[in-house]
């Protein structure tokens, strides 16, 4: 009974065999549309979660509204930091990063571009990074300090076994490291091959707040504080700390890190629109 069933099933695909083929094919073409739609989805949700506080860490950006345009800022200027940090109790935890690019030679290797992230100290207290070496509480406490990935380490050193040992960085100036983390995931909105410490360029102050849009500032809520009761606050910071003229244009927003997120901005969304070059 069944090979009868199943000859007739082949005369049939005979018969009909541009049929069947543009059957098939259209559900092999539909199943695997489905399957590299999700492989995307996953890969967006999979951003910054190596972050072990993840869904507490939101990124301050600025909506800076003019008579005739508005202009969205992700990187704005350095005293956001300090201001939202003693502004707000709710805010467990600040940092700047500004991404750059320096020249990196040692004795043995000369002449190859690295990308940096300058940053402040409490930068390891809200992003996750396993250190194979150093320690992450001391390890920026020093201007002539940098952390290297293992890549960079393995590269310039053939060792992560490099503590102590020195670096040229920029314009020939000599830098200690102080320590070496694991390389950055894939899934992480930023991308870098060593740390330096903000300190490094004592002449840029870090204090202003009208220019010098070049930060990333990010900040870690304390466990049940609210982002949105922050948000509506942030105004008053703006008044206090610019002038009335200038406090009229800026809106200040936070941006949620992960995309499940209750804030309907995500780093995620951010990664893959653009507003003059730079991401929003």
Known sequence: MASIQLKSLYRGILRNRGIVFINVFGFAVAMTCCI???????DEHA????NVDHNRI????????????????????????????????EVAEAARIRQEVFTVSTDRMKGFDEKAAAVDESFFRIFTHEFIYGNPATALQSGESVVLTR?????????????????????????NVSGVVEDVPPTSHIHYNFIIGLGWNKAVDLNVWNNNFGYYTYILLNEGASWKALEEKLPSM?????????????????????IDSSFNRSLTFILIQTFGGRPR
């Open 47 to 50: 951003y910054d979660r190596h």
């Open 58 to 89: 939101y990124r301050v950006c600025l909506d800076r509204i003019y008579p005739e345009r508005n202009v969205m800022w992700a990187p704005i200027p350095p005293g956001v930091r300090d201001g939202i940090k003693s502004e707000f109790p």
């Open 151 to 175: 890549s960079m380490a393995e590269k310039y050193f053939k060792s992560t076994d490099v503590v102590g040992k020195s670096i040229n960085i920029g314009n020939g100036r000599l830098f």
């Open 238 to 258: 703006s008044k206090k700390y610019l002038s009335a003229a200038e406090s009229t244009y800026d809106k200040w927003r936070s941006e949620a890190m992960t």
């Open 36 to 42: 590299l739609i999700f492989l995307y989805m996953a």
